[in-house]
């Protein structure tokens, strides 16, 4: 139990400061954690289940080294689940920067639609939830030659005049990743 509890504070721990951010060993901590960046919340159930199921030590000293590291990983991990809230106000300051200064009215119109108290109820119970209902997809709309140059489209059913657009490029590097697949949850719930 020791050693469970151990290796899931480790990972954590990865998760919330990475030890190597470039380089071989930078891209193994974060093919290791982004599992534990993007979906937190499911991982925290998972780690209480699997400690509430598993006996625990019967001495007094490995009982508290336990306790001890159960309690530093479910702190991480809705250390991450908090964080990840903290990325609004960066998209927010960059709408802001790009619509300029008399877009109050655009930038709100971008801004999300679904109450923060829903985006954790949805975070625990639907974490693989693709995209909002009213959202409209064009998928795999060409933009190069190279066939890889593809881009979805998301918008809402109706739409009489022009826009502003948000560009969204889920994590990966260029490297790894999908645009079916990264941040759809997230990226779909805004007004474009």
Same mark, same amino acid.
């Given at each position: 139990?020791? !050693?469970? &509890?151990?290796?899931?504070?480790? =990972?954590? $721990?990865?998760?919330?400061?990475? #030890? *190597?951010?470039?380089?071989?060993?930078?891209?193994?901590?974060?093919?290791?954690?982004?599992?534990?960046?993007? !979906?937190? &919340?499911?991982?925290?159930?998972? =780690?209480? $289940?699997?400690?509430?199921?598993? #006996? *625990?030590?019967?001495?007094?000293?490995?009982?508290?080294?336990?306790?001890?590291?159960?309690?530093?990983?479910?702190?991480?991990?809705?250390?991450?689940?908090?964080?990840?809230?903290?990325?609004?106000?960066?998209?927010?300051?960059?709408?802001?920067?790009?619509?300029?200064?008399?877009?109050?009215?655009?930038?709100?119109?971008?801004?999300r639609t679904v109450r923060p108290t829903e985006v954790w109820v949805r975070g625990l119970l639907?974490?693989?939830?693709?995209?909002?209902?009213?959202?409209?997809?064009?998928?795999?709309?060409?933009?190069?030659?190279?066939?890889?140059?593809?881009?979805?489209?998301?918008?809402?059913?109706?739409?009489?005049?022009?826009?502003?657009?948000?560009?969204?490029?889920?994590?990966?590097?260029?490297?790894?990743?999908?645009k079916s697949r990264e941040s759809i949850t997230g990226s779909s719930q805004w007004r474009v």
């Amino acid at each position: 139990m020791i !050693i469970t &509890a151990a290796i899931w504070l480790a =990972f954590v $721990a990865a998760a919330v400061r990475p #030890p *190597w951010r470039r380089g071989s060993l930078g891209f193994a901590v974060f093919v290791a954690t982004m599992s534990f960046n993007e !979906i937190p &919340a499911v991982f925290l159930g998972v =780690f209480i $289940a699997s400690m509430l199921s598993s #006996p *625990w030590p019967g001495e007094l000293h490995h009982w508290l080294i336990v306790a001890l590291l159960a309690s530093a990983t479910t702190a991480g991990l809705i250390w991450l689940q908090v964080r990840a809230r903290t990325t609004i106000r960066v998209l927010d300051i960059g709408l802001a920067d790009g619509l300029g200064g008399q877009s109050r009215g655009k930038h709100h119109e971008l801004r999300r639609t679904v109450r923060p108290t829903e985006v954790w109820v949805r975070g625990l119970l639907l974490p693989f939830q693709r995209r909002a209902r009213h959202v409209m997809r064009q998928r795999n709309l060409t933009y190069g030659p190279d066939r890889a140059h593809r881009v979805d489209v998301y918008a809402r059913p109706t739409t009489g005049d022009a826009r502003p657009v948000l560009i969204h490029l889920h994590g990966g590097g260029f490297v790894s990743g999908r645009k079916s697949r990264e941040s759809i949850t997230g990226s779909s719930q805004w007004r474009v």
